[in-house]
């Protein structure tokens, strides 16, 4: 089917490449403002302005297009009976945003199909879009902050990069985005009698900040390499405004989420019902929307590290002895759970402040032994797991300064770091015989369920994606 999108967004093409849907892009270069001005004169209702607005933009594509399907897209604002455009400048945003902030607008979305210069079908949503109050200085930092990436947004903001701004929205995912996939796919099916397309599942990770993850990268890759129809973004949401944009955003259509720093004890508090392994960690970096609405909390980095170690070595046994966890952060809570629960009979933990290491054991099982940071060399001939679960030896922070003189040579030594790829600690522990095992397998393998879950499939973790999240 050959089929032209007429639209620059970027946002939009984004929407059909994720539906599995190949088709053109073209700019209609249509004189939007004037064609808005004189519709205005005749009075003309909003939803009927961006309707006409869709139809000119297909309309000059097809006539140059004759055989192809032309899809024309308008969207338009609209608050206390005025349409509200891109703003014209940073004072003209924050006039707009001040009367838009704590109250409700309208967004409404046109889409209609082309082929010939004529017509074949239309859609027009509208999304009530309720906008949380915003003070004068969130305003002005929001405008700094975001100038560049909304200026050419109706309203002048991008709600997927900051769905926060957002008390309440009622609507869907890709009506608000400006495509109505779920609507276009119904009718390209009925047209098209090759392969059927699917409305994409949504999933996302949600953090604070979130720039620096790999989870895009890694989800982006497996949705291709199975060519699934889906998408998944990185969101950035502030620790305050989380249950209230996560509801929001599955309201919208989302199927889950991962969840990273420092959300991830609010995401278990948020959720219906959580996995034993969540409940033991204390903490969730999945969730997931079942069948029946309900919200389930996972947490997979015990799952990611012990199938990382699995897959890596093939004669290591966390049953064979005593393990020592350095650390007692978030990641160490999924380490000790993930030990024990593969049969590890005793753990020795150790980390620079000792207070923590014990109300991490007190909580987790009697069979942890918090010992002092200055004695982790002395228990080294006893054990035979070692993990590094500190930041202490990643690039940017202090090397760990740990003598292995007296490790077992039969301990298998794994380090949370993956950057550098091989730690310090690795280098030292293979020179002394030991097996050594990095942390990139962890973070790969950790998104498999979440993966699987809201996307249907069990991607594969290989060395293309390894590759990929390292370069
Ligand atoms: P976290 O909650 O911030 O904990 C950091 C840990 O490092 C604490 O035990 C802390 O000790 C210790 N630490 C920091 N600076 C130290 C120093 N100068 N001397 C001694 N100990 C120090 O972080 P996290 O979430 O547990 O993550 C820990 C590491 O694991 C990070 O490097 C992270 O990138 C990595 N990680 C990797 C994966 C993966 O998939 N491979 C997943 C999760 C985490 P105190 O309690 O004394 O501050």
């Not at 946002?11 to 519709?39: C, G, H, V, W, Y």
């Not at 455009?85 to 889409?111: C, Y």
């Not at 030594?413 to 990095?438: F, H, M, N």
Request: charged residues 20%; negative net charge; glycine residues 8%.
């Amino acid at each position: 089917m050959d089929l032209i999108l007429a639209s620059q967004s970027a946002t939009r093409r984004r929407i059909l490449n994720s539906a599995r849907i190949s088709a053109q892009f073209m700019s209609p270069q249509i004189d939007e403002e004037n064609i808005t001005k004189s519709l205005i004169a005749e009075q003309a209702l909003p939803r009927d302005i961006a309707d006409t607005l869709a139809e000119h933009k297909a309309l000059k594509i097809s006539r140059k297009n004759p055989d192809s399907w032309v899809i024309g897209c308008d969207q338009i604002l609209v608050f206390e009976g005025e349409i509200f455009g891109k703003p014209a400048s940073p004072e003209a945003l924050k006039t707009s945003l001040s009367r838009l902030s704590g109250k409700t607008h309208r967004l409404i979305t046109a889409n209609v199909i082309y082929k010939d210069s004529k017509p074949q079908w239309r859609h027009i949503s509208i999304s009530h879009m309720s906008m949380r109050f915003m003070s004068a200085a969130e305003i002005d930092a929001y405008i700094e902050a975001y100038w560049e990436d909304v200026k050419h947004s109706a309203g002048g903001y991008h709600f997927e990069k900051t769905p926060d701004l957002f008390a309440d929205v009622r609507g869907n995912w890709f009506d608000i985005m400006g495509l109505s996939i779920g609507p276009i796919i119904s009718f390209l099916n009925q047209t098209n009698t090759t392969a059927p397309f699917q409305t994409p599942k949504l999933a996302a990770v949600l953090g604070h900040p979130i720039a620096q993850s790999k989870s895009p990268l890694m989800h982006g890759h497996w949705l291709k390499k199975h060519q699934i129809s889906g998408d998944y973004f990185a969101i950035d949401i502030p620790p305050a405004r989380f249950s209230e944009t996560v509801r929001m955003l599955f309201d919208l259509g989302f199927s889950g989420f991962n969840v990273t720093i420092p959300h991830k004890e609010q995401a278990l508090a948020f959720a219906d019902d959580a996995t034993p392994r969540a409940q033991r960690i204390g903490a969730s970096n999945t969730l997931i929307k079942k069948d029946n609405g309900n919200i389930t909390a996972d947490n997979t980095d015990g799952y990611g590290f012990m199938t990382n170690l699995i897959s890596q070595s093939t004669t290591w046994q966390p049953s064979a002895g005593p393990s020592l966890v350095l650390g007692a952060g978030g990641a160490a809570r999924a380490i000790l759970v993930a030990l024990l629960d593969a049969g590890a009979p005793k753990i020795y933990l150790c980390n620079r402040t000792r207070a923590r290491a014990e109300d991490l054991a007190a909580e987790i099982s009697d069979l942890i032994e918090v010992i002092e940071w200055q004695d982790k060399e002395d228990i080294l001939p006893k054990v035979f797991t070692v993990v590094n679960s500190t930041s202490l030896g990643m690039i940017g922070k202090p090397a760990l300064d740990f003598d292995l003189t007296h490790v077992n040579p039969r301990a298998l030594v794994a380090d949370l770091i993956y950057a550098p790829l091989e730690t310090q600690l690795l280098k030292g522990a293979r020179a002394r015989g030991c097996e050594v095992v990095g942390g990139i397998g962890m973070l790969l393998h950790q998104g498999v369920p979440g993966f699987e879950a809201w996307f249907g499939t069990r991607p594969v973790v290989d060395q293309e994606l390894e590759t990929l999240v390292l370069t």
